[in-house]
């Protein structure tokens, strides 16, 4: 069992910057990857960012790619998400998950066994 706590959200202006952590406790040492998704009100829970824990490997969605930044500290079992140039269709709330198995789809929720409670981020314009 994976626990996940995110911790850095917040109320930031439009080009402000946030850093986001995921802290992990449990059966991290099984972990394959980590991933940031993110759901607007009304909105379907969508892909942000991931890392594969072997290699270090990173993928972003197209709409923060050049602005976020996922990186992980496996020492700390912590993952962040480096957040630049925000904007307000930024704001949502933000999750962390973990994938035990290796993935189909990084980009998939499905491909995900654990979830963290979410962490607020509100850009204003």
């Known amino acids: 069992q994976v626990h996940l706590v995110e911790s850095g959200g917040g109320l930031v202006q439009t080009g402000g910057s946030l850093r986001l952590s995921c802290a992990a406790s449990?059966?991290?040492?099984?972990?394959?990857?980590m991933g940031w998704f993110r759901q607007a009100p009304g909105k379907e829970r969508e892909f942000v960012a991931a890392?594969?824990?072997?290699?270090?490997?990173?993928y972003y969605a197209d709409s923060v790619k050049g602005r976020f930044t996922i990186s992980s500290n496996n020492a700390k079992n912590t993952v962040y998400l480096q957040m630049n140039s925000l904007r307000p269709e930024d704001t949502a709330v933000y999750y962390c998950?973990?994938?035990?198995?290796?993935?189909?789809?990084?980009?998939?929720?499905?491909?995900?066994?654990?979830w963290g409670q979410g962490t607020q981020v509100t850009v204003s314009s």
């Open positions: 890392t594969r824990l072997p290699d270090s490997s990173t």
């Open positions: 449990g059966g991290t040492f099984s972990t394959y990857g």
């Open positions: 998950a973990a994938a035990q198995t290796v993935w189909a789809r990084y980009y998939y929720t499905a491909s995900y066994d654990y």
